[in-house]
């Protein structure tokens, strides 16, 4: 089931046949109170979200070539190109996660049966690792604005977000990024 924070907090309370108790309420508060900065974040990974993933998947085969060669997963182009959506695919639904606050949707959606898949068409555990530890650190800078030219690029791009403390943020969009990691090890 696909659950948000607040529907999250109503399946908790209905399981022990109680109303909501005024911590959970206070943690609803605070997801209230911090919206815009949640919002600014996933906007930050959805709009960079071609030039991550490119990135990402271009950078795993620069470190192991061997993948776009006969024999690798990501040969011919048809693989290619399954590894691309693949990777877009994970990342759209860690922008999905991040904006509900709760990481059912990813879960039920993309990682529920994907190691399995993966297993079965012999998709490399350790590269498919490699493109998502890429996506969460270039995903991580444009959240937190900390993304540099050299590193950018041409296609340098800074969000220009307000700056403030976005620490428990972040670090709720890196667990994402090693929840995938895990369900795929
Ligand atoms: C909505 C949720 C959803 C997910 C998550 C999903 C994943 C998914 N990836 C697949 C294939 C694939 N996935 C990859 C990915 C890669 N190969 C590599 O070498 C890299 C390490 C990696 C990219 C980072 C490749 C190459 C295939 C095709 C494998 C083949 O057909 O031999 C397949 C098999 C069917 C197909 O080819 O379309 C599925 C179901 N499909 C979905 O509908």
Known sequence: MVLDAFSRAVVAADAKTGALSSGEIGQLR????????????????ASNASCIVSDAVAGMICENQGLIQAGGNCYPNRRMAACLRDAE?????????????DASVLD??????????YAALG?????????????????????NDTNTEANGGKNFRKMG???????????????YFDRVISALS
């Open 30 to 45: 605070n997801f209230i109170a911090e919206g815009n900065k949640r919002l600014d974040a996933v906007n930050a990974i």
């Open 89 to 101: 695919i994970v990342l759209r639904y860690i922008s999905y996660a991040l904006l509900a606050g």
């Open 108 to 117: 039920d959606r993309a990682l529920n049966g994907l190691k399995e898949t």
């Open 123 to 143: 998709v490399p555990t350790s590269s498919t690792i490699r493109a998502v530890q890429i996506m969460k650190a270039s995903s991580l800078a444009h959240v």
């Open 161 to 175: 977000s307000a700056q403030g403390d976005c620490s428990a943020l972040t670090a709720e969009a890196a667990s």
